[in-house]
Structures are given as C-alpha cells and as structure tokens.
C-alpha cells in the first residue's frame, strides 16, 4: 500500500514538473512556426520603417513614415521620430526637424534627457507647418501622441492631420 501511495505521489509531482516545462522546451518551435508564417506586427503599433536620418553630431534623428490608422483602429495618423543613441543626447533636447525634406522645418521637438532611463519624460513639439498637430506636456498620452524611451532611443510620436 505504501508502494502505490509513493508511486502515486511520484507520478503527480513529475505530471506537474512535465506540465510546467514543456511550454518553455516548446516555446521556440512555436515562436519559429509563427515566423514562418511571415505574420509581422501592424505599423500602427511600431513606428513603420525608417524614411531617412538625420545626423546632429553625437546623435541622429530617425524620421519615420507617416502612419495612417486602419478603420478598426483608435487614434490619430502619426509620425514617429527617434533620437539615438539616447546616451549621446544633451540634457536638454531642443531640435528643429525637416519631416518631408523640402528644406523648412516642419516641428521643433524640445524635452529633456534625464540621465535616469527609468525616469518620466515629457514633450512639447510646436508645429512649424500645417500638416501637423502641437502637443504641449505630452506623456505616454496616446499610441498616436506620445513620448517614450525604448532601448537607447527616444520615441516621440507627432499627430499629423489628415
């Protein structure tokens, strides 16, 4: 009786332990077979892909595509611009951006760079031209408006009219 009863208890703890760690011994076939089935993440949510750079010195400014949100989607259309590396940036970022390279600037970005990467970050973009909207203490208010330390860069998303 005993016998069946460590048996039984042995068979328990190791359904358990198999239970627990097959998803983890699984998880890269799964993540493979779901690249391979060229699935990628809507644009909407990343950023799009890069359109050109600008160079500052130090550090350069990513200018994004414009992103335009499909018809089940919140929020506004946006562009997304990054500073990186964001251990190059001065304290105080203040910088003049050419979004569609006709020579003029389009926004000036200004924000602050605190040397915490876990700190809160807050942004003001002044529209210089009509085709984009002003955002004044902005946070992390929207997808579409927002600003955000990711990795060594910092994410600023500008609402651009339709």
């Known amino acids: 009786m005993k016998i069946r009863l460590i048996m039984g208890y042995t068979g328990a703890v190791l359904t358990l332990a198999i239970a627990v760690l ?49 018809a089940w989607q919140r929020g506004k259309n ?16 203040n910088d003049d ?18 040397a915490d990467p876990k700190a809160f970050l807050t942004v003001d973009v002044d529209a210089l031209q009509p085709g984009f909207e002003a955002m004044h203490g902005v946070t992390r208010g929207t997808l579409s408006c927002l600003i955000a330390r990711v990795g060594d860069r910092i994410l600023v998303r500008v609402p651009v009219k339709k």
């Open 22 to 70: 097959i998803p983890f011994r699984l998880m890269g076939i799964f993540r493979d077979a779901v690249i391979a089935t060229g699935v990628t993440t809507d644009a909407y949510y990343i950023g799009g892909t890069v359109a050109r750079t600008i160079p500052k010195g130090a550090y350069s400014i990513q200018v994004h595509e414009v992103i335009h949100r499909r």
């Open 97 to 114: 951006v050419d979004v569609d390279n006709d020579g003029k600037a389009d926004l000036r970005v200004k924000f602050a760079v605190p």
């Open 78 to 93: 946006y562009i997304q611009l990054a500073w990186t590396p964001a251990s190059a940036l001065p304290a105080q970022v």
